[in-house]
């Protein structure tokens, strides 16, 4: 089996997650990383980790449609069996979702269902909350909505600063993400598609 991870941004989960398998001697390997964007961090991580990369941009694309074709074909292409999301700042639409139904993660930083969507710590942190922390759950069609897998609170300090805080919350994702993948890949949490009860 092999892991794609998808990354936007500065890939330091990316590289955490890389580290942590090569360590622990993973049976199945993260065999690429997939970007959105030319300019992500991740780019470099992956160069100096010597993990293939692949930058494929949606402004190259007429339609999320073919974007996600494209996405997809590429994990075939590999035998891609997981699908880690770190830092993806993309909604996934079905194209994705379907063929990799319970078997794509994502990581965000806040105790879902609190604070979904982008600015999760900044959001927080505006509310004044005394504990926060970070979630990793199975990716479904909703915005952070899927079936959580993990949870590790966080607690803000009187004298935290927003920077101190964000900080934090990335050392505790640095940590319990990998060990959560490796959980999920190897069967000891197993996915279950949410059930919705309609009343009335």
């Known amino acids: 089996m092999s892991i794609a991870i998808f990354a936007s941004g500065n890939g ?8 942590y398998s090569r360590e622990q001697n993973w049976t199945t390997s993260v065999s690429l ?20 990369y692949y930058v494929v941009s949606p402004k190259h694309f007429p339609s999320k449609l073919e974007y996600e074709e494209a996405l997809l074909e590429l994990m075939e292409k590999h035998g891609v069996e997981w699908i880690v999301l770190a830092g993806y700042l993309r909604i996934v639409g079905d194209t994705l979702l379907e063929p990799f139904e319970g078997k794509m993660v994502n990581i965000h930083p806040s105790l879902l269902p609190s604070f ?13 909350v005394k504990v926060t922390g970070v979630t990793v759950h ?10 959580i897998i993990a949870q590790r609170a966080v607690e803000v300090d009187e004298m935290d600063t927003i920077d101190m805080l964000t900080n934090k919350i990335h050392e505790v994702e640095h940590q319990v993400y990998p060990e959560t993948i490796w959980k999920v890949v190897t069967g000891e949490v197993a996915y279950s598609p949410m059930i919705i009860v309609v009343s009335g």
């Open 33 to 52: 990383l997939v970007v959105d964007r030319e300019d992500a961090g991740a780019i470099e991580r992956a160069k100096r980790l010597e993990v293939p």
């Open 12 to 19: 330091s989960n990316f590289e955490a997650i890389v580290r």
């Open 138 to 147: 199975f990716v479904d069609a909703g915005l952070d909505s899927g079936q």
């Open 116 to 128: 979904p969507g982008l600015h999760a710590v900044e959001q927080a942190w505006g509310y004044g």
